[in-house]
C-alpha cells in the first residue's frame, strides 16, 4: 500500500512542480510573442493528430465501428461546431456522439 501512496505523492509533486513553474513563467510572458504562437500551434497540431488517430485507426469501442460512421460523426460535429453553434464545444461534442449513436442504431437494425 505505501509503494501506491508514494506513486500519487510523487505524481503530485510533479503536476504541481510544472503548474508552479507555469504559473511563475507566466506573468513573464507576452501572449502576442512567437513563443506563445509556437506553443499554440504544436497544441493545435498535437490535437489534429489525436483526432486523426481516432477517426483512422480507432482502439476500443470504436474499432467495431465503420469508418464511414466515424467520418459521418466528424463532419456533424465539425459543421455544428463552426457553423451552426458558432464554436459551441458541448454542442460539437454532443452532435458527434448524437451522430454515431443513430448511425449504430440504424445499422444494428438493418443488420439484424
Not at 6 to 11: D, F, R
Amino acid at each position: 500500500m505505501s509503494e501506491y501512496v508514494l506513486l500519487v505523492v510523487a505524481c503530485g509533486a510533479g503536476t504541481y512542480l510544472w503548474r508552479g513553474l507555469g504559473v511563475a513563467v507566466s506573468t513573464r510572458l507576452s501572449t502576442d510573442s512567437e513563443l506563445f504562437a509556437w506553443v499554440g500551434c504544436v497544441a493545435f497540431a498535437m490535437l489534429a493528430g489525436l483526432v486523426s488517430r481516432i477517426v483512422l485507426f480507432p482502439s476500443g469501442a470504436l474499432e467495431q465501428t465503420s469508418l464511414w460512421q466515424r467520418l459521418a460523426a466528424t463532419v456533424v460535429s465539425l459543421v455544428v461546431y463552426f457553423v451552426i453553434t458558432k464554436k459551441s464545444l458541448i454542442a460539437g461534442v454532443l452532435s458527434s456522439a448524437g451522430v454515431m449513436y443513430l448511425l449504430l442504431l440504424i445499422t444494428a437494425k438493418s443488420a439484424g
